[in-house]
């Protein structure tokens, strides 16, 4: 097993240093600066650290579960939202653990709230509810691409009052969806843009949402184990390795024992 | 058969197992042989007591 040494740049005696896991002795340079990191991307925390193995396990892991997430309900699993009739704020407390790929909500969730029309082709951008305001030429574009290819359909945003810049979102879509068990549902608010993901994605959505939600928990025992070392600070790796050593010293003294006792029978017959 | 309409939905927590069990076993362990063993071992852990839970509440739900 490869010992890794004390790095120069540490400057804490040894003693002080995290307790040894598989016996090795870890230097955990700044700690802070490596939570720090490990929150912003995961693993990027273990790489700074020099602990390559594990940054790039961590990165494949949490970033794999984050985007296949994503890949199964679109980007719109993950956003922030703290409106009335849309609390879904604390499911992105969770996938916020992965730190940079979920930043784009917050500004995405900033641009809505000022009634901007969000970037990046809505990459993460809340649902638009109804009778919220949004940019005449965003709400033409979403409609211009028809409720096959989007979430919105010709007459979903109306104007009202005398801002020609603005437009209010009222659904106008079928009262009905394809599936009658998605009315039972979601009744309450289908006119919604979040039901409208629901009906299309299916369980996918929620499982996306899970996904999104798991890696972000995942990488707060990534942020731990960058500030404090692995969690288990019992050497079980070398215990067993202990144990196999006395082991084998018990049993080259029973050997020693058994060689000693037969070379003295012959002399004790002889006497 | 009820369930086995839904048996295509339960290959999705084979990513999610494997994945937590690394990311677990990452965050106790150093060496990545340790890693992986120890990752290992929690999977089987998880895939048997789900096994087992799911054979209890079958059981359970037997006569509905």
């Known amino acids: ?271 | 058969m009820l369930l086995f309409a839904h048996t295509t939905q339960f290959w999705y927590c084979v990513p999610l197992a494997i994945t937590v069990s690394l990311v677990y076993s990452g965050t106790r362990f150093e060496e990545m042989p340790s890693i992986l063993r120890h990752s290992l071992r929690s999977l089987v852990w998880m895939g048997g007591f789900s096994a087992l839970l799911f054979v209890f509440l079958r059981w359970l739900t037997w006569s509905l």
Not at chain 1, 190 to 211: P, R
Request: proline letters at 7%; a positive charge.
């Open chain 1, 1 to 271: 097993m490869s010992q890794v040494p004390y790095l120069p740049d540490s400057n804490k005696p040894e003693s002080d240093l995290p307790p040894p896991a598989d016996g090795l002795k870890l230097s955990l340079k700044n700690p802070g600066l490596a939570a720090f990191l490990a929150w912003l991307l995961p693993g990027l925390g273990h790489m700074y650290q020099g602990r390559w193995a594990k940054g790039v396990l961590f990165f494949v892991c949490i970033m794999g579960t984050f985007a296949y997430g994503i890949a199964l309900g679109s980007s719109r699993v993950v956003y922030a939202s703290m409106r009335p009739y849309d609390t879904r704020y604390y499911y992105y407390i969770c996938q916020a653990g992965v730190g940079l790929p979920a930043m784009p909500a917050l500004i995405q969730a900033w641009r809505v709230r000022g009634e901007k029309a969000p970037w990046w082709n809505n990459w993460m951008a809340p649902p638009v509810l109804i009778g919220q305001a949004v940019p005449a030429d965003w709400a033409r574009a979403q409609m211009a691409i028809g409720r096959d290819d989007g979430y919105f359909g010709d007459g979903d945003f109306l104007q009202r009052g005398n801002d020609p810049d603005k437009l209010w979102y009222h659904y106008s879509g079928p009262e009905t969806q394809e599936r009658p068990s998605f009315e039972i549902q979601h009744n309450e608010f289908k006119q919604n843009e979040l039901s409208i993901w629901h009906a299309k994605y299916s369980f996918k959505y929620d499982l996306g949402t899970t996904f999104t939600m798991v890696a972000g928990l995942l990488n707060l025992l990534v942020i731990f184990d960058a500030y404090a070392g692995p969690m288990l600070g019992v050497n079980l790796a070398g215990w067993e390795a202990e144990r196999k050593r006395r082991e084998a010293l018990a049993e080259r003294e029973r050997e020693e024992k058994k060689r000693l006792k037969a070379a003295k029978a012959p002399t004790q017959a002889t006497a």
